[in-house]
């Protein structure tokens, strides 16, 4: 059975940075897409971004660019969301997400097979 367990979530201040875990297990990752969706209150679920397991490829949302690194560690079973310079609008649910091997194109949240039960970065001063 698959589980991603995200770990990392907490309080910081604008401009602060976290670094958020997602430990994966269950099967073998090899080909999948890792990602990272958030939902902040009232609002839909959407794409933050994605890896392909060899990490030959790496896409992230235009608001996250230049701020965020996804990672991940293949000895560890594990991805990562590294966040800098988070800003009040980054508060959200993370969700650490996973797609069978397909398109890399795909970043709907349909289009992802296995989810996180999530955790929550709250920015705030």
């Known amino acids: 059975q698959v589980q991603l367990v995200e770990s990392g979530g907490g309080l910081v201040q604008p401009g602060g940075s976290l670094r958020l875990s997602c430990a994966a297990s269950?099967?073998?990752?090899?080909?999948?897409?890792m990602g990272w969706f958030r939902q902040a209150p009232g609002k839909e679920r959407e794409f933050v971004a994605k890896?392909?397991?060899?990490?030959?490829?790496?896409a992230y949302a235009d608001s996250v660019k230049g701020r965020f690194t996804i990672s991940r560690a293949n000895a560890e079973n594990a991805v990562y969301l590294e966040m800098n310079s988070l800003e009040v609008e980054d508060t959200a649910i993370y969700y650490c997400?996973?797609?069978?091997?397909?398109?890399?194109?795909?970043?709907?949240?349909?289009?992802?097979?296995?989810w996180g039960q999530g955790t929550q970065v709250t920015v705030s001063s």
């Open positions: 997400v996973a797609q069978a091997p397909g398109p890399f194109s795909r970043s709907a949240p349909s289009d992802y097979d296995y």
């Open positions: 269950g099967r073998t990752f090899s080909n999948y897409i």
């Open positions: 890896i392909r397991w060899s990490g030959s490829r790496v």
